[in-house]
T-cell receptor, first 114, second 113 residues
Framework: GNSVTQMEGPVTLSEEAFLTINCTYT??????LFWYVQYPGEGLQLLLK?????DKGSNKGFEATYRKETTSFHLEKGSVQVSDSAVYFC?????????????FGKGTLLTVNP | DAGVIQSPRHEVTEMGQEVTLRCKPI?????LFWYRQTMMRGLELLIY????????DSGMPEDRFSAKMPNASFSTLKIQPSEPRDSAVYFC???????????FGPGTRLTVL
């Protein structure tokens, strides 16, 4: 079955440090890939996505590239801010159109200190 | 748009009681998902609906859990009887026919004593 493995946390960084959160997946075919972010006390919200190999998703300074050869979708940001402190989830989509579901990784807690 | 609405936001109940969680998806969305989040197990998909029809309920932990979607604007997740191990945050999410993004509600924090 489909699965997503992401880097165990927690990750603690200083402001302006470089961030990488690793994510690899197992799936049949070429699923769409997503990063969701969960701020304290809130639901998840979409951060970025990529729908095919070599696509790069980007948003709010975060980037991730869909690497088919390594089945990976690592999240990166060049300079983190305190406001980026949150839990980050990697996910893949199986199914099509409106009849689909997402498989999530376990989440990685990021804390950014001033 | 108000986004996905869940109620109650917090629920504290005693073991054995019935619990009903409610969700109103974003208007026009035709897919609805119920998730459970705990520290130990992370985020788990319990069940999802497409056009009000349950498609996959393989994540529902046991017969004590049931979910309904009587119309496009309302869904419930019921636990009867509740147990302490059901304590978790329950999220509802919805998406449109393209399925490009799931929109999550704020969650219901359930505590079963």
């Amino acid at each position: 079955g489909n699965s997503v493995t992401q880097m165990e946390g927690p990750v603690t960084l200083s402001e302006e440090a470089f961030l990488t959160i690793n994510c690899t997946y197992t799936a049949t075919g070429y699923p769409s890939l997503f990063w969701y972010v969960q701020y304290p006390g809130e639901g998840l919200q979409l951060l970025l996505k990529a729908t095919k190999a070599d696509d790069k998703g980007s948003n709010k300074g975060f980037e991730a590239t869909y690497r088919k050869e390594t089945t990976s979708f690592h999240l990166e940001k060049g300079s983190v801010q305190v406001s980026d402190s949150a839990v980050y989830f990697c996910a893949l989509k199986s199914g099509g159109g409106s009849n689909y579901k997402l498989t999530f990784g376990k989440g990685t807690l990021l804390t950014v200190n001033p | 748009d108000a986004g996905v609405i869940q109620s109650p936001r917090h629920e504290v109940t005693e073991m054995g009681q019935e619990v009903t969680l409610r969700c109103k998806p974003i208007s026009g969305h035709n897919s609805l998902f119920w998730y459970r989040q705990t520290m130990m197990r992370g985020l788990e998909l319990l069940i999802y609906f497409n056009n009000n029809v349950p498609i996959d309920d393989s994540g529902m932990p046991e017969d004590r859990f049931s979910a309904k979607m009587p119309n496009a604007s309302f869904s419930t997740l019921k636990i009867q009887p509740s147990e302490p191990r059901d304590s978790a945050v329950y999220f509802c999410a919805s998406s449109d026919y393209m399925g490009n993004e799931q929109f999550f509600g704020p969650g219901t924090r359930l505590t079963v004593l």
